[in-house]
């Protein structure tokens, strides 16, 4: 949902689009390689243990399977024409913005209990994140002058 997100807040304060898509894109390629270890670092230095297993697969399940099947639907879409893949997304748009918000939603009342009760763990999330964040629009800013 955050990548998502970035889209959403990029359109609603008239962004640039192609910078955005290069900061989405330079974002989604670190984090298929940084974010398990960074992760992984920082539950090891609070004393929570988490499998290697369980974060690569969330890095699978939540970030490749989804750019693989949106590579696979966008190929389909514009082997049909560019004026189909227009009307696609003219279509799913309004939906879009709907469900990330339904997820986003769904995501926190799951675990609001957890977040809670550990406020800190919340925080320690948050470091590899904020530092992903300043990294890559930087990095994206430098690159994209």
Known sequence: ????????????????????????ALNDSIMIFAFAPIVALLLGISSITVPWDTLFTSVVLYIVIPVILAQIMRKQ?????????????NKIQPWSVAALLLTLVLLFAFQGDAILKQPLIIALLAVPI???????SSLAYLLNR
């Open 1 to 24: 949902p955050c990548t998502a997100m970035v889209f959403v807040w990029s359109r609603l304060t008239n962004g640039d689009p192609y910078f955005t898509l290069s900061q989405v």
């Open 77 to 89: 879409l514009l082997a049909r024409g560019q004026a189909a893949f227009d009307a696609a997304m």
């Open 130 to 136: 904020l530092i992903q964040v300043f990294f890559n």
